[in-house]
């Protein structure tokens, strides 16, 4: 079996542009939520969500301004994780490098213009000349859920296998661990990890206003509205963005000299099998058992969790049940928060973006804080992390949690790597 090493990653979100202001962001618990644009507020007044900190294509060439913004944020991710690590194929078989990429819902963005476009040339007698079915000749390739990957396998010149998942709010975590898998077996040498997402637009956002889960805003402060694990919570908040990670086997990464941030050590993966939308606290505790056991690591051995977290009822208690299940006694010692309270909750790029974060509270020993949780659910018995940063914590090993609706759950497990 091979080490599988992280060599770099990237982030653009809510809270920053990069991967070090939006880790800062965090540690200061200064949240990115914010009000809705102009189109979402004209049918949606009482929702909040988190729009990503910069405009993708402000930081992309002509040649990228065309595509979906799901993709836009995935390549800008993608280059800044390839710029930390010096990754490159120079002297490396391009077949031996895959592209693994997590998304919830690819081309939401031009999916909505597609029928906004549509309906409005349909609808406004000044456009009656006009054919409501002529659309751009790369509206498929633009909502594909695999455009991401594409774009980012020619980018690269990687002719290893290109892999999407769509799998809800697990949909990048388990990109991650099936590119680690994939290294750990011997298939590939390495893989570029993508989490996307790009949903904040009227269609997309009326669906889940439907489900009766998306949080209100806070009447004194909208970017307070997403309080995970609190008994005043009431709902999670949509973010945008995406994460990249630079997976490669620890012989690839000695053979280049590059720098390691952490070992990938654990994936595990289950279903619960029982309900679309209510979560499974056996489920999830399994799926983080099987990481512990893959990394062969007892619970005490984790230091830090980030929760899924994701500030509804159901999940936030389900969640510490599950933890409990797991981890048993050392549930107690362990702390655990939810970044989502600052980020908002990315559906498929979640799973990609709080790993990355994890690994940086790692090495940094600066835990992110579950932010504005000043009433604690009683139900919700752990150490939260409540509000304020904590430093010079020692960190060996941190756990990544992602369940999704349709009761898929993912764990994933990095720790400090020490070379052999």
Same mark, same amino acid.
């Given at each position: 079996?091979?080490?599988?090493?992280?060599?770099?990653?990237?982030?653009?979100?809510?809270?920053?542009?990069?991967?070090?202001?939006?880790?800062?962001?965090?540690?200061?618990?200064?949240?990115?939520?914010?009000?809705?644009?102009?189109?979402?507020?004209?049918?949606?007044?009482?929702?909040?969500?988190?729009?990503? =900190?910069?405009?993708?294509?402000?930081? +992309?060439?002509?040649?990228?301004?065309?595509?979906?913004?799901?993709?836009?944020?995935?390549?800008?991710?993608?280059?800044?994780?390839?710029?930390?690590?010096?990754?490159?194929?120079?002297?490396?078989?391009?077949?031996?490098?895959?592209?693994?990429?997590?998304?919830?819902?690819?081309?939401?963005?031009?999916?909505?213009?597609?029928?906004?476009?549509?309906?409005?040339?349909?609808?406004?007698?000044?456009?009656?000349?006009?054919?409501?079915?002529?659309?751009?000749?790369?509206?498929?390739?633009?909502?594909?859920?695999?455009?991401?990957?594409?774009?980012?396998?020619?980018?690269?010149?990687?002719?290893?296998? =290109?892999?999407?998942?769509?799998?809800?709010?697990?949909?990048?975590?388990?990109?991650?661990?099936?590119?680690?898998?994939?290294?750990?077996?011997?298939?590939?040498?390495?893989?570029?990890?993508?989490?996307?997402?790009?949903? +904040?637009?009227?269609?997309?956002?009326?669906?889940?206003?439907?489900?009766?889960?998306?949080?209100?805003?806070?009447?004194?402060?909208?970017?307070?509205?997403?309080?995970?694990?609190?008994?005043?919570?009431?709902?999670?908040?949509?973010?945008?963005?995406?994460?990249?990670?630079?997976?490669?086997?620890?012989?690839?990464?000695?053979?280049?000299?590059?720098?390691?941030?952490?070992?990938?050590?654990?994936?595990?993966?289950?279903?619960?099998?029982?309900?679309?939308?209510?979560?499974?606290?056996?489920?999830?505790?399994?799926?983080?058992?099987?990481?512990?056991?893959?990394?062969?690591?007892?619970?005490?051995?984790?230091?830090?969790?980030?929760?899924?977290?994701?500030?509804?009822?159901?999940?936030?208690?389900?969640?510490?049940?599950?933890?409990?299940?797991?981890?048993?006694?050392?549930?107690?010692?362990?702390?655990?928060?939810?970044?989502?309270?600052?980020?908002?909750?990315?559906?498929?790029?979640?799973?990609?973006?709080?790993?990355?974060?994890?690994?940086?509270?790692?090495?940094?020993?600066?835990?992110?804080?579950?932010?504005?949780?000043?009433?604690?659910?009683?139900?919700?018995?752990?150490?939260?992390?409540? +509000?304020?940063?904590?430093?010079?914590?020692?960190?060996?090993?941190?756990?990544?949690? =992602?369940?999704?609706?349709?009761?898929?759950?993912?764990?994933?497990?990095?720790?400090?790597?020490?070379?052999?």
């Amino acid at each position: 079996m091979n080490t599988v090493v992280v060599t770099g990653s990237g982030i653009i979100c809510a809270l920053g542009a990069d991967k070090a202001s939006s880790f800062a962001a965090a540690l200061q618990a200064r949240s990115g939520i914010g009000a809705r644009p102009a189109d979402i507020a004209a049918w949606l007044p009482q929702i909040v969500v988190a729009q990503a =900190s910069v405009e993708p294509q402000t930081l +992309l060439g002509p040649a990228d301004q065309g595509l979906d913004r799901a993709t836009q944020f995935a390549i800008v991710a993608t280059a800044q994780a390839v710029a930390e690590a010096g990754f490159s194929t120079e002297g490396s078989d391009s077949r031996r490098i895959g592209v693994f990429v997590g998304i919830g819902f690819g081309g939401a963005q031009t999916t909505d213009s597609l029928y906004t476009r549509f309906y409005k040339t349909l609808s406004d007698p000044s456009l009656k000349h006009k054919d409501p079915t002529v659309m751009h000749p790369l509206t498929v390739p633009r909502i594909m859920a695999n455009a991401a990957a594409a774009a980012i396998t020619m980018r690269y010149g990687l002719h290893g296998p =290109s892999n999407t998942y769509a799998v809800a709010c697990a949909s990048s975590a388990i990109a991650i661990g099936e590119a680690y898998r994939a290294i750990r077996h011997g298939y590939l040498d390495a893989a570029l990890v993508v989490g996307a997402e790009a949903m +904040l637009n009227p269609g997309v956002m009326m669906g889940w206003n439907a489900l009766r889960v998306m949080a209100k805003p806070d009447a004194n402060d909208p970017s307070r509205s997403c309080r995970p694990f609190s008994s005043d919570r009431n709902g999670f908040v949509i973010g945008e963005g995406a994460a990249a990670l630079v997976l490669e086997s620890a012989a690839r990464s000695n053979q280049r000299g590059a720098k390691v941030l952490a070992e990938l050590a654990g994936y595990g993966c289950s279903s619960d099998a029982q309900h679309l939308t209510a979560p499974s606290a056996s489920g999830q505790a399994y799926a983080m058992q099987q990481a512990l056991h893959e990394a062969n690591l007892a619970p005490e051995q984790i230091q830090y969790v980030n929760a899924h977290g994701t500030a509804t009822d159901a999940g936030d208690v389900t969640e510490t049940q599950s933890i409990q299940m797991a981890f048993g006694s050392a549930a107690k010692q362990v702390a655990i928060s939810s970044t989502k309270s600052m980020h908002g909750h990315l559906i498929g790029a979640a799973g990609a973006l709080e790993l990355a974060l994890s690994i940086e509270a790692m090495n940094s020993g600066s835990l992110p804080p579950t932010a504005h949780l000043e009433k604690p659910d009683p139900r919700c018995d752990l150490d939260y992390i409540p +509000l304020q940063a904590r430093h010079g914590c020692h960190i060996e090993a941190v756990m990544s949690n =992602s369940f999704a609706f349709g009761g898929s759950n993912v764990s994933l497990i990095a720790r400090r790597f020490v070379a052999a």
